[in-house]
Structures are given as structure tokens and as C-alpha cells.
């Protein structure tokens, strides 16, 4: 049994206890797991956008296809943190995790052949046709079949490592501790003063088993090689345009797979580095276990895990922006401008959120009770700020997903020059480029937007 109360009881209880200490380590999971559902339902949702724009591009069904991967995987990462599920419950939930490991090596599969659009030959043109319908079922039954004898001989646990399972509901009573696999959790856990603010809790401890670094080698490395062809690409200008590729499509592209492998090598720096120094992860190393002799290395690899998971879930999401730009930019009106709106506002949230968390737990700190004077310390002037800052994310925006239009929109800016060469708009002018906005099939708010970029550049 594990009852921690009502759901939303639960979440005031954690999130409003948090501190940078161990003890914040509860309110870190569940806001990972959390960032991981919206994340992966986010660039779901890109992956399906991009299947109902009506291209025809079997290049644009194939980064769709990688984008739904990629959403899967960010939604299941960490999902088991979502909650504090009851030890049953999580023996279901938790077969999620396995199922990452099959969808990371279908999503190395798809990169790696994604190539084979930028490659001029017979083998290359064979390779595109695995991201049919009628046949890209088969990367993902591939992907199972590799993992299926060792899943059926060692399994889960002897593979991926065991979990740990742990249930305390105050401080005066003994937490109740279990493995999810079933193998023996080696010690019983006690409940610390120092989480009496959380309890009634569960606390899940992921662990590594021998395949975990392995599994994650397999599936970074050969990205690392796409990465390394597609930065070479996007430098032979005069060889792209020669052969009839796009040269910003496939900067994006490079922008996209730079970030990505980026936080997949940084995470996989982060495992060997953790591994290396504090062993791997075990049931036995939880913040309950009153007979572990590593407190040092318990407490950094609980904070570590979830904040490597949090980097590969971040780079999903620029991921899928950046991706979803490159290939739509020219074919649907204002992608790029949404885009760059969701990134500006996203990042800016998420500074302006941890800025508030920082100043508030320093305060707290220094100042007993200081907490409100170091939100307001920082909230204030993010407030009055809040313009500059914005323009320097939507700078950095820019750069990244550079102005772009669809063939209408060039045509209807061309109309726009010619109605205003001379500065004004008569009321003929006006309702003819209303007609042309109508026709093109560009929204009003559009056409204002276009227009206004239109008198910029006359300007």
C-alpha cells in the first residue's frame, strides 16, 4: 500500500517544500517526468503537423516519423517519476522503460538513414523507401529482435538493472521497500527527519544494469557520425546547390542533429563520469538505506539521473522546433514566425522560473523566512526587464530559424512593394491587396505581420 493523499494535496506538499538539498530530489522527479509528458505530447503533436501539412516529400514523412520517435521516448523517459505509483502500478508503468530502449535504437536506425536523402546512389535511394508506411514497420521490429534474446535470457533487471521501491509514510514508522523485478532490495529503509515535510512519499531509485551503457553507446555514436556528415554538408555550398538541395533546410538540419547529439554525448560523458567515480546504480543506493557507507555518492546520482534525463528531454524540443522549421518553412505560412514565438516564450518562462527558484531558496537560506524577498528581488526587475530579455531570446531565435516565406507570401510581399512604392495605401490599393491576402490564402493577422515587414524593408 502507498497512499500519499489526494493527488493535488500531494504536488502542494512536494513542490512547496522544495529546497536545494537532498530533500529536493523529490519535487526534481516529478517535474522531469512532467517536463518529459508535455515534451513528448509537444513534438507528437509537430511530428502529426508536419504528416497533415500535404507534403508529398517522403524526406518530410521521414523526420515526422523521427519527430514521433523522439516524442515517444521524451514522454516515457521518465515517466514512472510522474507519480508516486504504488509498487503495482509501477510494475506496469515501468515496462515503459524497456520500451525506450527499443524505440532509441529504431530512432538511431531512422538518423542514420535519413542520409540517404542527401546521397546520390542506387543503395541511398533504396534506403529512403524503409520510410513508406508499407515498410517502416520494419526499424522498429528490428530494433525488438535485437534486444529480445537478451530480455528473454538475463531479464530486465539482469539487462537494464532493478528498481527500487520505497514507501514511508512519517517518520516514526519503518518505510516499507521493495524492488519492482523482484530481486532483493538488500537492506531495510528507514525514513529520515530530514524528508518528514514530504512524507506520506514514495521514492523510486532507477538502477543500471551491465547493457545500460552499452545500450546508450549504440544509440549515441553513430549519431555523432550523421552529425559530423551533415555539418560537412552544409559547408559544401557550391556541391549542395549543384545537385538541387536546399542549403537552409539542411543548415537547419545540421542546427537540429549539433544539439541533439550535443546533449547525448553530454549525457553519456555525465554516466561514464558518474559510474566511474560512485559505481553504478543499485537498489542498495537510495536515501533510505541506513547501512550505505557512500552517502556522497547516493545523493549525486540521484540529482545526476534525473537531470541527464532532463538535458535528453530538452533536446528533443529544440530538436523537434528546429526540424519542423527546416522542412515546412516554405510550405506553411508562418511556421516560422510560431516557432520562434514558442521558443522566445518558452525559454523566457523557463529563465524567468528558475531565477525566481534561485533567489527565493538563496534567501531562504541566508534569511530564515527570506524566500519572498528574493523572489521579489529578481521579480521585479524581470518584470521591468522583461522587454530586453525577450528581444534577446527572440534574437537568438532568429538566428536559429532565420525569416522565411512560402511562394505566396514572397508573391503577396512583391504586390505589397509595388501597392506601396510610393508610401501610401489608397483605399483601392487597400482592397485589392485585401482580394490578393484572400486568394494566396494568407490570414489577416498574417498579412498585417507581412505588411509590416514589407514597411520595414522599404524603410
Known amino acids: 500500500m ?44 509537430l ?15 521521414a523526420i515526422g516519423m523521427i519527430l514521433l520517435i523522439e516524442g515517444f521516448m521524451a514522454f516515457t523517459l521518465g515517466f514512472f517519476w510522474i507519480y508516486p505509483f504504488s509498487l503495482e502500478t509501477l510494475q506496469s508503468v515501468v515496462w515503459m522503460r524497456a520500451a525506450a530502449g527499443v524505440t532509441g535504437l529504431t530512432r538511431m536506425m531512422m538518423m542514420v538513414a535519413l542520409m540517404s536523402f542527401f546521397i546520390e546512389t542506387e543503395w541511398a535511394k533504396r534506403i529512403r523507401h524503409v520510410f513508406e508506411w508499407k515498410w ?27 528498481m527500487a521501491h520505497v514507501y514511508c509514510a512519517d517518520t516514526s514508522a519503518k518505510g516499507v521497500g521493495n524492488t519492482v523485478y523482484g530481486s532483493d532490495l538488500g537492506y531495510e529503509p528507514v525514513c529520515p527527519d530530514a524528508y518528514a515535510a514530504i512524507y506520506p512519499t514514495v521514492y523510486t531509485n532507477t538502477s543500471a544494469g551491465p547493457a545500460s551503457l552499452p545500450i546508450v553507446l549504440v544509440t549515441t555514436l553513430p549519431l555523432a557520425f550523421v552529425t559530423i556528415f551533415m555539418v560537412r554538408l552544409a559547408r559544401n555550398s557550391t556541391h549542395v546547390e549543384s545537385i538541387g538541395y536546399n542549403l537552409e533546410e539542411i543548415k537547419a538540419l545540421r542546427t537540429g542533429f549539433l544539439v541533439k547529439v550535443g546533449f547525448m554525448l553530454g549525457g553519456l560523458f555525465a554516466l561514464i563520469t558518474l559510474s566511474a567515480v560512485f559505481g553504478f546504480t543499485s537498489p542498495e543506493m537510495t536515501l533510505f538505506n541506513p547501512d550505505t557507507t557512500n552517502n556522497r555518492g547516493v545523493i549525486a546520482l540521484a540529482i545526476g539521473g534525473p537531470l541527464v534525463v532532463l538535458c535528453h528531454i530538452l533536446s528533443t524540443l529544440f530538436e523537434g522546433m528546429i526540424f519542423t522549421y527546416a522542412i515546412l518553412k516554405h510550405e506553411v505560412m508562418g511556421i516560422d514566425e510560431r516557432l520562434r514565438k514558442g521558443f522566445t516564450a518558452t525559454t523566457f518562462a523557463g529563465f524567468g522560473g528558475l531565477a525566481l527558484l534561485v533567489a527565493s531558496e538563496a534567501m531562504e537560506s541566508a534569511i530564515p523566512g527570506g524566500g519572498l524577498i528574493g523572489g521579489l528581488i529578481v521579480g521585479i526587475p524581470l518584470i521591468a526587464l522583461r522587454r530586453p530579455i525577450i528581444r534577446i531570446f527572440s534574437n537568438l531565435s532568429s538566428a536559429l530559424m532565420p525569416e522565411t516565406h512560402t511562394t505566396q507570401e514572397l508573391q503577396y510581399l512583391e504586390v505589397f512593394a509595388a501597392a506601396n512604392a510610393d508610401g501610401n495605401l489608397n483605399q483601392k490599393e487597400r482592397k485589392m491587396l485585401d482580394l490578393q491576402a484572400k486568394a494566396f490564402g494568407i490570414s489577416v493577422g498574417r498579412q498585417h505581420y507581412l505588411e509590416g515587414l514589407g514597411s520595414d524593408e522599404e524603410a
Open 47 to 61: 511530428a502529426i503537423f508536419i504528416f497533415r501539412s500535404g507534403s508529398k516529400d517522403l524526406k518530410n514523412q
Open 136 to 162: 517502416v514497420w520494419i526499424l522498429p521490429a528490428t530494433s525488438f529482435l535485437l534486444l529480445l534474446y537478451p530480455l528473454l535470457t538475463v531479464g530486465v533487471d539482469g539487462l537494464i538493472g532493478d
Open 2 to 45: 502507498s497512499d500519499v493523499g489526494q493527488p493535488l494535496d500531494y504536488y502542494i506538499r512536494v513542490f512547496g517544500n522544495f529546497e536545494f538539498s537532498v530533500a529536493g530530489i523529490f519535487a526534481l522527479n516529478h517535474a522531469v517526468a512532467i517536463i518529459g509528458a508535455i515534451t513528448g505530447l509537444f513534438v507528437a503533436g
